[in-house]
Nanobody
Framework: QVHLVESGGGLVQAGGSLRLSCAASESISTFDVMAWYRQAPGKQRELVVF???????NYADFVKGRFTISRDNAKNTVYLQMNSLKPEDTAVYYCNADHWGRLYWGQGTQVTVSS
């Protein structure tokens, strides 16, 4: 059983930055894909970005050029650097891992961007 724990959320003004972290309970080097999703109130959960074990990344259009995903295998942690935040980025951000065909989710971290 893989456990994922997100941290780094908070309240920030529009134009500001936050860095989210997702710490895994075991080595992420064998995880096929790790991703960040988000869910705003009243909306469906949506994919923000994913990164494969080989380092390939894919960003949603609405975050391209503003968000950056990275992984530190030595720390079993994936990061999401979020710059130029907008009020519409307000959501609960979830970490996701695809490991041997099973999907794992963290508990989420709230990001609130004030205008």
């Amino acid at each position: 059983q893989v456990h994922l724990v997100e941290s780094g959320g908070g309240l920030v003004q529009a134009g500001g930055s936050l860095r989210l972290s997702c710490a895994a309970s075991e080595s992420i080097s064998t995880f096929d894909v790790m991703a960040w999703y988000r869910q705003a109130p009243g909306k469906q959960r949506e994919l923000v970005v994913f990164i494969t074990s080989g380092g390939t990344t894919n960003y949603a259009d609405f975050v391209k050029g503003r968000f950056t995903i990275s992984r530190d295998n030595a720390k079993n942690t994936v990061y999401l650097q979020m710059n130029s935040l907008k009020p519409e980025d307000t959501a609960v951000y979830y970490c996701n891992a695809d490991h041997w065909g099973r999907l794992y989710w963290g508990q989420g971290t709230q990001v609130t961007v004030s205008s």
